[in-house]
């Protein structure tokens, strides 16, 4: 049986598949051009996109602006970076961004010195595509967390958007800032 045949046959078992799931990393970050940025930095550990970063966003929003399969909703982890980069991909699809705290990178003690600031109430007053409605399904509380406690919280996350959100014909972007 040929490859072609292989996966005709695989979707003619699985049928249409319940929607399409995209996962987009943020863009361009400033402490990756400025080695200097981190010291005079409030938030180290949460560095902000640079020009260039918000410009990719914008193309990537533009980009999928034009993708047949419509997306329907918006997650998004909780770091500046990725609401910025949700931020112009909302603004393409006219849509609100849900802060899904279980999309949040790990928290490896190496990378981190505590646990960052990501108060979800100046998230919501600094970003107005924010959804102040949606409910994070996942509370931060592990700090540091095992690379194992990190693929977990990944896998729950996930499993529960798709399960939850994603129906026949439905659409969800997750944005990361670190990558599956």
Same mark, same amino acid.
Not at 13 to 16: A, H, N, R, S
């Given at each position: 049986?040929?490859?072609e045949?292989?996966?005709?046959?695989?979707?003619e078992?699985?049928?249409?598949p319940?929607?399409h799931?995209?996962?987009?990393?943020?863009?361009e970050?400033?402490?990756?051009v400025? %080695? #200097?940025?981190?010291?005079? *930095?409030? @938030?180290?550990?949460d560095?902000?996109?640079t $020009?260039? =970063?918000?410009?990719?966003?914008?193309?990537?929003?533009?980009?999928?602006r034009?993708?047949?399969?419509?997306?329907?909703?918006?997650f998004?982890?909780?770091?500046?970076?990725?609401? %910025? #980069?949700?931020?112009e991909? *909302?603004e @393409?699809l006219d849509?609100q961004?849900?802060? $899904?705290y =279980?999309?949040?990178?790990?928290?490896?003690k190496?990378?981190?010195?505590?646990?960052p600031?990501?108060?979800?109430?100046?998230?919501?007053?600094?970003?107005?595509r924010?959804?102040?409605?949606?409910?994070?399904?996942?509370?931060?509380?592990?700090?540091?967390?095992s690379?194992? $406690?990190?693929?977990?919280?990944?896998?729950?996350?996930?499993?529960?958007?798709?399960?939850?959100?994603?129906e026949?014909?439905?659409?969800?972007?997750?944005g990361k800032?670190?990558a599956?």
């Open positions: 049986m040929s490859d045949e292989d996966n005709n046959l695989e979707e078992q699985l049928g249409d319940a929607g799931l995209y996962v987009v990393r943020h863009g970050r400033i402490d990756m400025d %080695q #200097t940025w981190e010291k005079t *930095a409030a @938030e180290p550990d560095p902000p996109l $020009e260039r =970063g918000i410009l990719q966003a914008r193309k990537t929003g533009q980009k999928l034009t993708e047949p399969h419509k997306i329907e909703h918006i998004c982890s909780p770091f500046l970076r990725c609401l %910025q #980069t949700a931020t991909i *909302a @393409e849509l961004i849900k802060v $899904e =279980g999309l949040s990178e790990w928290f490896k190496s990378w981190f010195t505590k646990m600031a990501l108060d979800l109430n100046v998230i919501q007053s600094a970003f107005s924010v959804d102040k409605s949606y409910k994070s399904f996942y509370e931060l509380k592990n700090f540091p967390e690379l194992t $406690e990190c693929c977990l919280r990944f896998e729950k996350t996930t499993l529960n958007l798709i399960t939850n959100f994603m026949k014909d439905k659409n969800i972007l997750l800032a670190s599956f």
